[in-house]
């Protein structure tokens, strides 16, 4: 295997945010993200103290999202919702820009949105992920088009103090031409887009549409070193698959060249 199990099991945040997850299921997913080495449960801001306490001791950290899942609370209040979730144990914080003011081009209100979220996590030991939703941001916006667009992203959010920009949060559903809502998530364009425009000191995070064990290798190998999972069971249970062919492999060759070397 190119990567180590736990190359790949420390990129995974796994995610517990889906809107009717019960206590059992948080409770499992902690367990989950606990049994396969993940390096950090992703959950609502309710949930930090319950899983501050089920992951003690695990190496799991826990990181709480804010402003969640559209970024439209005042800029108090998602300061606010940070201070309360690293009172409780969170050890990281991903937090969604305010969508519309973005496309509206006011980048002085995105920075300062940041940049408070920001002080009030680092002050308290906690890290920063920023949340773009690029699928909101297909037709660019500000005079921008869409690729320009998350570039200026990016570095207002670097200004600010971010330590992670990231590509989504999940659920940012869009109006298909059918009527349905779906979203895209995290794209290689966009991974590869993000990584070249922010410094080496601001990592990037996939997040939505990752499935699979590949699709995981595939965000590493472009750059991110984080990925919201919610099949980080999956993954990992691959990867010890393949790596046991692997090694089953290798054992066969070692097994038929000591047997020529026998002169059998």
């Not at 600010?160 to 809502?181: E, H, I, M």
């Amino acid at each position: 295997m190119k990567y180590t199990y736990e190359e790949l099991a420390k990129m995974i945040d796994h995610s517990l945010l889906h809107p009717t997850m019960t206590d059992a299921e948080l409770e499992e997913g902690c367990s989950i993200a606990a049994r396969y080495g993940a390096v950090s449960v992703c959950i609502k801001p309710y949930a930090v103290k319950r899983a501050a306490g089920l992951l003690r001791g695990t190496g799991v950290l826990v990181g709480a999202v804010i402003g969640f899942p559209h970024g439209n609370s005042a800029t108090e209040s998602k300061r606010y919702e940070t201070e309360l979730a690293c009172r409780d144990g969170a050890a990281e914080i991903d937090m969604v820009i305010n969508v519309g003011k973005a496309l509206s081009g006011d980048w002085d209100f995105i920075e300062n949105d940041v940049k408070v979220v920001c002080e009030e996590a680092h002050r308290r030991g906690a890290k920063v992920k920023v949340i773009f939703e690029n699928d909101y941001l297909a037709k660019g916006g500000a005079g921008l088009d869409a690729d320009a667009f998350k570039r200026k992203l990016c570095a207002v959010c670097e200004k600010a103090g971010a330590d992670w920009v990231k590509t989504s949060s999940g659920y940012g559903f869009v109006k298909q031409s059918d009527g349905n809502y779906n979203y895209k998530g995290a794209t290689e364009h966009d991974l590869a887009l993000m990584r070249a425009a922010v410094s080496p000191r601001v990592q990037v995070k996939a997040a939505g549409g990752v499935r699979d064990l590949d699709g995981l290798i595939r965000v590493r190998e472009l750059g991110a070193s984080r990925c919201g999972a919610t099949a980080t069971a999956a993954m990992m249970e691959e990867y010890r698959r393949r790596e046991a062919a692997e090694k089953a492999g290798e054992a066969a060759t070692t097994g038929t060249a000591a047997i020529g070397a026998g002169g059998y």
